[in-house]
C-alpha cells in the first residue's frame, strides 16, 4: 500500500490550496483517514480527520478555513484549505488506516509529504 500527497506549492496570504492523498496498492477499505503537518522546528501536528462514514475533525487552528473530504470509490482524501495564513506554511503528510485482503487487522499507512508555503 502506498499513499501519495500532493497539491502543495507557493499561495499568498489569504489564498487557497487543494491537497490530494491517494492511497493505491492492495486494499480492501480504508478507515479514517488524516492530515497532519511539521513546520520547520515543530513537532508534527494533526490538522484533520475525516472517517470512512464522512465524520470529521479539525485541529482548532484550521476550523472554518480547512475541509477535509474523501472519496472512497478513489481511495483519496482531500483537503481544501482557504484563507491561508503564514503560519499554515509546513509540510503536510497524510496517513490512511487500511484494511489490508487477508489480515485480520488494519494497519496505518503514511504518504511522504507536499509542501506549503503561504507569504504574507
Known amino acids: 500500500v502506498q499513499l501519495q500527497a500532493s497539491g502543495g506549492g507557493l499561495v499568498q496570504a489569504g489564498g487557497s490550496l487543494r491537497l490530494s492523498c491517494v492511497a493505491s496498492?492492495?486494499?480492501?477499505?480504508?478507515?479514517?483517514m488524516n492530515w497532519y503537518r511539521q513546520a520547520p522546528g515543530k513537532e508534527r501536528e494533526p490538522v484533520a480527520n475525516?472517517?470512512?462514514?464522512?465524520?470529521?475533525n479539525y485541529a482548532d487552528s484550521v476550523k472554518g478555513r480547512f475541509t477535509i473530504s474523501r472519496d472512497n470509490a478513489k481511495n483519496t482524501a482531500y483537503l481544501q484549505m482557504n484563507s491561508l495564513k503564514p503560519d499554515d506554511t509546513a509540510v503536510y503528510s497524510c496517513?490512511?488506516?487500511?484494511?489490508?485482503?487477508?489480515?485480520?487487522?488494519?494497519?496505518?499507512?503514511w504518504g511522504q509529504g507536499t509542501q506549503v508555503t503561504v507569504s504574507s
Open positions: 496517513n490512511a488506516d487500511v484494511v489490508v485482503p487477508g489480515y485480520r487487522s488494519s494497519r496505518w499507512f
Open positions: 475525516i472517517t470512512r462514514g464522512h465524520s470529521t
Open positions: 496498492g492492495s486494499i480492501f477499505s480504508i478507515n479514517d
